[in-house]
């Protein structure tokens, strides 16, 4: 895992929110998500994932495939913004962020 370079975009805040929302609904520790990664192989430790959990670092693609391993989900649910949010369902208007949840829609090239 690299040392986040500049702020997340809305892919990094996608998997930040959806780590944190699987990590929350299975009640893992960071520990516990750091011992599945570990068996994984992919060593990502517990302070590493709080940082990711924050925003302050980004996910690189093996922490990306290996997360979805430890989750038992595909790598595009890690990817896609979270639906559970009442405002704006996880698709805000394109070029806006939803205050809620913090997903952002690009604006139309």
């Known amino acids: 895992m690299s040392e986040a370079a500049g702020p997340l975009g809305p892919a ?18 960071y520990r516990d998500v750091e011992e599945r990664l570990a068996r994984t192989g992919r060593v990502i430790p517990a302070l590493a ?7 302050q670092r980004h996910v690189d693609v093996d922490d990306l495939v290996a997360l979805a391993v430890a989750f038992s989900v595909e790598v595009d649910d890690l990817l896609r ?6 405002t704006c369902h996880g698709a805000p208007p394109r070029g806006f962020m939803c205050m809620e949840c913090e997903t952002s829609a690009l604006p139309r090239a």
């Open 12 to 29: 990094g805040h996608n998997v930040r929110r959806n780590v944190r929302r699987l990590r929350e609904e299975r009640r893992w520790s």
């Open 49 to 55: 994932l709080s940082a990711v959990d924050a925003g």
């Open 81 to 86: 913004p979270p639906v559970a949010c009442q």
